[in-house]
């Protein structure tokens, strides 16, 4: 399974935009990257997905690298509700699985 | 429309004993994966089902193992519990599988103690 890298913690204020990076050099062409976060006491909820183009949504934008080999999850306004920790994950497109790494702890003060 | 319900949300076992979680996937979703949260070994995949039939396993021993009803609800069980199986076990379910698939929606998770 191929693995990401992610800092282990990052911190923010409220209204700033917030830049998550991570890392996965060992890609293969037919991963998704996937964005998952989990609040304190929650299961994990979905974020924002993509396989090679950027992506926009109401929670976040994804920023895929040309070569695919690292991504940047980007909220555009931190609320305090956005601390949490954020997964970034590749998902074989054949499969369910989804493999976790250790996340970013995010932290956004007020 | 309801998410996905996990039951029962804690539970307290003795080393030894067996324990069944249940999961009831959002109505229409036919994949249910479960998941092990420990904080330190992280989120861990354990299986996925789909239409019944298990499609992938985690490296986890065979003490754990699950089954998908044909109205889609899972169960996953752990038998010959140990202290280090305590843990918050979190089940996801998606609407298709594979390349369709765009989402997994996690329930609350059920809390595992076993003392």
């Known amino acids: 399974d191929a693995k990401t890298t992610q800092p282990n913690s990052m911190e923010s204020n409220e209204e700033e935009p917030v830049h998550l990076p991570c890392n996965h050099s060992?890609?293969?062409?037919?991963?998704?990257i996937h964005w998952y976060r989990q609040l304190p006491s929650q299961g994990p909820e979905y974020v924002i997905h993509?396989?090679?183009s950027n992506v926009n949504n109401r929670m976040a934008s994804l920023a895929i690298a040309e070569d695919r080999k690292s991504s940047t999850l980007i909220l555009h306004r931190a609320t305090l509700r956005d601390a949490a920790v954020y997964y970034c994950?590749?998902?074989?497109?054949?499969?369910?699985?989804?493999?976790f790494g250790t996340g970013t702890r995010l932290q956004v003060f007020p | 429309k309801a998410g996905v319900t996990q039951t029962p949300r804690y539970l307290i076992k003795t080393r030894g004993q067996q324990v069944t979680l249940s999961c009831s996937p959002i109505?229409?979703?036919?994949?249910v994966s479960w998941y092990q949260q420990t904080p330190g070994q992280g989120l861990q995949f354990l299986f996925e089902?789909?239409?019944?039939?298990?499609?992938n396993k985690g490296n986890f021993p065979g003490r754990f193992s699950g089954r998908q009803f044909s109205n889609s609800r899972s169960e996953m069980n752990v038998s010959t519990l140990e202290l280090g199986d305590s843990a918050l076990y979190l089940c996801?379910?998606?609407?298709?599988?594979?390349?369709?698939?765009?989402?997994?929606?996690f329930g609350q998770g059920t809390r595992l103690t076993v003392v």
């Open positions: 109505s229409g979703h036919r994949s």
């Open positions: 996801a379910s998606s609407l298709a599988r594979g390349h369709l698939n765009t989402e997994a929606f």
């Open positions: 994950i590749l998902r074989d497109q054949n499969t369910d699985k989804l493999i």
């Open positions: 993509g396989l090679t």
């Open positions: 060992t890609i293969s062409g037919t991963d998704y």
């Open positions: 089902y789909f239409s019944e039939t298990q499609r």
